[in-house]
Structure formats: structure tokens, C-alpha cells
């Protein structure tokens, strides 16, 4: 069984930043692409930015410039520091994981979710 904790959320205002985290733990043997997604009140989920295991990267071009994605192996914990934050950036944020168990089948989790609320 694998978990994902997510950690980080929380009241912000506009302009400032926030750093989010998520560790997984369990029967992984290597975990390939980690992501953040993210829903806002009445809008579909969508993707913030993704880290594959080579550590290539992927934003929505709403975050370019101003969050950035990165990950500890180690840890098994993916990040997410958002900087200059925005009231339309407001939203449960989810990470998700997706990784090869030791029986070589691939599989994918989402976190729990985190609130982010940039005040304006």
C-alpha cells in the first residue's frame, strides 16, 4: 500500500508565497512522474506543473515565472514553492505520484488535497 501526505497550505495574501509538500510511503520501488494539480470552486482540475523522474519539468502557463516544481528522491516528496501569489490561484491543490511497485506494474495516486486562499 502507498500513501501520499501532503503538507503546506494555507492563507496567503496576494503577492506572497507559500511551499507545498508531498511524501509518499510505502511498497514503491521507483516513482517516475510526480505532479500538482489543482480545483478550484466550481472548475475542473488542472494540471499546475509536473516533475518526471529525470527531473524535467512542466507548468501551466498561468504559473510560469512564479512557482516552481522540484523533488527529493530520497524522501520519496515532491514540492511545490509558489511564489507571487494571486487571488485566481485560490484552490485545493492535489499532488499526484505515479510509480512502479516491485512486482514491475505501474500505478498512480492523488494526495488527499491541500486549501490554498490568496486574499486579495
Known amino acids: 500500500q502507498v500513501n501520499l501526505v501532503e503538507s503546506g497550505g494555507g492563507l496567503v495574501q496576494a503577492g506572497g508565497s507559500l511551499r507545498l509538500s508531498c511524501a509518499a510511503s510505502g511498497s514503491i520501488y521507483s516513482i517516475r512522474t510526480m505532479g500538482w494539480y489543482r480545483q478550484a470552486p466550481g472548475k475542473q482540475r488542472e494540471l499546475v506543473a509536473t516533475i518526471t523522474s529525470g527531473g524535467t519539468t512542466n507548468y501551466a502557463n498561468s504559473v510560469k515565472g512564479r512557482f516552481t516544481i522540484s523533488r527529493d528522491n530520497a524522501k520519496k516528496t515532491v514540492y511545490l514553492q509558489m511564489n507571487s501569489l494571486k487571488p485566481e490561484d485560490t484552490a485545493v491543490y492535489y499532488c499526484?505520484?505515479?510509480?512502479?511497485?516491485?512486482?514491475?506494474?505501474?500505478?498512480?495516486?492523488w494526495g488527499q488535497g491541500t486549501q490554498v486562499t490568496v486574499s486579495s
Open positions: 499526484n505520484v505515479n510509480w512502479w511497485d516491485y512486482g514491475g506494474s505501474s500505478s498512480n495516486l
